[in-house]
Nanobody
Framework: QVQLVESGGGLVQPGGSLKLSCAVS????????MAWYRQAPGKERELVAT???????NYADSVKGRFTISRDNGKKIIYLQMNSLKPEDTAVYYC????????????????WGQGTLVTVSS
């Protein structure tokens, strides 16, 4: 079974750091761009950061300069290093793979992780 498994969430004080991980497991043929999203209580899910296979990145304005997305293609893991965390970063963070080629038999699917809770509070 192909799945995305996130880890690394938790409680951190304002100004602190956390590093999230998202591992792709199962019969994967290829992985294209991947992304991190977040959803705060009472708000819609929003895009946080994206990374292509080649390592090109994009960030939401709210996290630029504080968050860094990276990937290890060999290990099929992506990371989100979060520094200078603020209370408004509190949310459930989701890993997303919009174009996974799985199999055989080969097909393209989109996957979401189960989410990991990040709470920024003193």
């Amino acid at each position: 079974q192909v799945q995305l498994v996130e880890s690394g969430g938790g409680l951190v004080q304002p100004g602190g750091s956390l590093k999230l991980s998202c591992a792709v497991s199962g019969s994967i043929f290829s992985i294209d761009a991947m992304a991190w999203y977040r959803q705060a209580p009472g708000k819609e899910r929003e895009l946080v950061a994206t990374i292509t296979t080649g390592g090109s990145t994009n960030y939401a304005d709210s996290v630029k300069g504080r968050f860094t997305i990276s990937r290890d293609n060999g290990k099929k893991i992506i990371y989100l290093q979060m520094n200078s965390l603020k209370p408004e970063d509190t949310a459930v963070y989701y890993c997303n793979a919009p174009h996974l080629v799985v199999g055989p038999p080969y097909k393209t699917i989109e996957l979401w992780g189960q989410g990991t809770l990040v709470t920024v509070s003193s």
